[in-house]
């Protein structure tokens, strides 16, 4: 069974411009959970979706914000980019229900630089 | 608010000698708790989860953890270390009333093994 797979892995932008970065869940997954990961801060709680719902909020600003799509996908979208915005985004699957739900899998993330 | 703390941002052990991380979580009610190691560049790897009584849980390549409840720990153990076992550990909690996805990660420990 395929992985969580994270594209890109890599992006460079820069300051005020816009950035979307996609995950695909493992199969048969239907939750979708974001985390930015910097030196700094460490690993935080973005957002999570369940069946296309926001289903849980971290503590980030409007310009982070996320969506799914009704074969799991989930992409996440960062606006008006900022320098501390750079960081290693990484997403995990999980079944999102029962007993399982709570456990996830993660990708190998999408390194964004913001110069 | 659920948190984790894991005592010792670096660890660094003689390559077979006993591995210990130490997590302790704050939480109102037993959480669900995981330990996740990460390799440069990678994403997270699932390393052991603790869902359930069982209060030793048996993880990949030789790691275990044992959940305390009277001391609010989950320590991470190997007996042996290995030079492939130099990497970053996380603890991370997740509540079992939540009904999804948000994992709340410790700081991480940085593990070096020493031939």
């Not at chain 1, 719902?53 to 074969?71: E, L, V």
């Not at chain 2, 030789?62 to 720990?73: D, L, M, P, R, V």
Request: hydrophobic content about 30%; aromatic content about 12%; charged content about 15%.
């Amino acid at each position: 069974k395929a992985g969580v797979t994270q594209t890109p892995r890599y992006l460079i932008k820069t300051r005020g411009q816009q950035v979307t970065l996609s995950c695909s869940p493992i199969s048969g997954h239907r939750s979708v959970s974001w985390y930015q990961q910097t030196p700094g801060q460490g690993l935080q709680f973005l957002f999570e979706y369940f069946s296309e719902t926001q289903r849980n909020k971290g503590n980030f600003p409007g310009r982070f914000s996320g969506r799914q799509f009704s074969n799991s996908r989930s992409e996440m979208n960062v606006s008006t980019l900022e320098l501390g915005d750079s960081a290693l985004y990484l997403c995990a699957s999980s079944l999102g229900e029962g007993k399982a739900k709570n456990i996830q899998y993660f990708g190998a993330g999408t390194r964004l630089s913001v110069l | 608010a659920q948190s984790v703390t894991q005592l010792g941002s670096h660890v660094s052990v003689s390559e077979g000698a006993l591995v210990l991380l130490r997590c302790n979580y704050s939480s109102s009610v037993p959480p669900y708790l995981f330990w996740y190691v990460q390799y440069p560049n990678q994403g997270l790897q699932l390393l052991l989860k603790y869902t359930s009584a069982a209060t030793l849980v048996k993880g990949i390549n030789g790691f275990e953890a044992e959940f305390k409840k009277s001391e609010t720990s989950f320590h991470l153990t190997k007996p042996s270390a290995h030079m492939s076992d130099a990497a970053e550990y996380f603890c991370a909690v997740s509540d079992r009333g939540n009904q999804g996805g948000k994992l709340i990660f410790g700081q991480g420990t940085e593990l070096s093994v020493k031939p």
